[in-house]
């Protein structure tokens, strides 16, 4: 009886188990931005470039102006719910749901209750978590608000993205999806 050859690759013995404990971890990065908090979990680094993983805290009111990227963009609600605008529609995506947006598509999202949400964030290929990191401000914790921006330094940091935003396979779109 012939054998067959395994068609998947050997384990790669260099890669290690990555694990991430958001509220006990002081080494993962906490980021402030867009009035959310985001802890990166899983950066590009720790999948060999495959996704990244951030724990997203946002407030109400909170959430990224309309963008897009060519990447996908997955979240899944784990406490509260916010408000996803795709190509011009909203939905509702509540705790225990999840909603993927597809490379290139127009979108952004909102939290419009009362209470902060919280979700998970993995984008494939990594590297959001990169830029993330190069225009946000760090912050003490999982659950430490961003610091509080005069006009000056919001015009500095929104400019800033907008600069560095090609970089990182993404675009603002200074259209409203509402």
Not at 6 to 15: A, G, M, N
Not at 51 to 80: A, K, N, Q, S, W
């Amino acid at each position: 009886m012939p054998t067959e050859t395994s068609t998947i690759p050997p384990d790669d013995l260099q890669r290690r188990l990555a694990l991430a404990r958001p509220n006990e971890d002081q080494n993962l990065p906490h980021i402030g931005l867009a009035g959310d908090t985001y802890t990166i979990l899983l950066t590009g680094e720790d999948t060999a470039g495959r996704y990244c993983l951030i724990d997203m805290l946002v407030p109400p009111g909170g959430g990224p102006p309309p963008h897009r990227h060519d990447f996908e963009e997955m979240f899944t609600i784990l406490e509260g719910e916010i408000e996803v605008t795709f190509r011009g529609n909203k939905s509702v995506v509540r705790a225990g749901e999840t909603a993927n947006i597809p490379a290139n598509a127009p979108h952004q999202f909102r939290n419009s209750s009362e209470r902060s949400a919280r979700l998970l964030c993995m984008c494939s290929p990594a590297g959001q978590e990169e830029f993330f990191m190069a225009v946000g401000s760090p912050v003490a914790s999982r659950t430490a608000p961003p610091p509080k921006l005069d006009e000056a330094t919001q015009t500095t940091l929104k400019a800033r993205a907008e600069a560095l935003a090609s970089r990182y396979r993404t675009e603002f779109l200074h259209l409203s999806l509402q």
